[in-house]
Each structure stands twice: as structure tokens, then as C-alpha cells.
């Protein structure tokens, strides 16, 4: 799978992507994207989303969140799930992306390497030291790290 973590500040991710029929493994370019306020999604503030799931479905998904006005139906995506972190400073998280749901705390992580990530994130670490604390440990987490702040 992979590991996302986030605080009010940033977000990381790690950057292996592992097919799930025979587990090769590849790094990819990120699974962490930022993207501008929009009616459809998130009206208030530009935000950031960190995503675990198939490389396909994190594309689609991040196509839509980027340019909604070209779909003329919703992406259909299966297993997918985000961590959103807001301008404004507000966590969210998904199993379906068009339903939010707020995240309470500080912090928080999703994924396979999630909980460790948030053992990092309770004692004070940043998402990025959360996410090479779960490279350690997961080994569906790897290939390094990608940070975005606002």
C-alpha cells in the first residue's frame, strides 16, 4: 500500500507504488498533490491531498480534484483512500473522495506504514520523519519521501 502523514503544517508521502498481483515494486514521481479551492471539492481554502491506492486510481482521482469542469461523470475508483490537509489548516480523510470526513487532532496518517506514522507524529516527529520511520518498518512503504507545505 504506502503511508501518508500529515500535521496542521505539511503533508508527506512515500514514493513506492507495488503491484498488488505479484508485488514489484517502482518508484513513482508522488502520491501527494496540491490543489486550488473549488465549489465542487473544498470551496474555502487550496489543499493537499495524499493518496494510497492504485497508481491508476491516484491519477484519475487527482485529475478530477484538478479540473473538474472536464469530467462529465465521477471517476469510479475501488480501495482508495486520502488524507487531505487544508489551508486552513483542517485534516480530513476518505474512502470515497467526494465525502470528507473531519479529522479531530493534529495529526494523522492512513496506510499500511499508518501506524507508525502516527506513533512518530504523537511524540512531536514531522510527516516526513513519520513517513522514513514507516519505510523502516513496511515494506509496502519506500522509495523515499515527498513533503508539501503551504
Known sequence: MTTI???KESMAGDLQFTNS???SKWKGKTKVFK???HELHYPHADFIVGFAGTAADI???ADYFDLPERWDKLPRVRGLMGLVLTADKKIFCFDDY???LKVEGDYHAIGSGGPIALGVLANNGSPKEAIRAAMKHDSFTGFGVKELKF
Do not use: G, L, P, S
Open 98 to 100: 467526494t465525502k470528507w
Open 35 to 37: 490543489f486550488k479551492a
Open 21 to 23: 498481483k505479484d508485488f
Open 59 to 61: 491519477i484519475e482521482v
Open 5 to 7: 502523514a500529515c500535521n
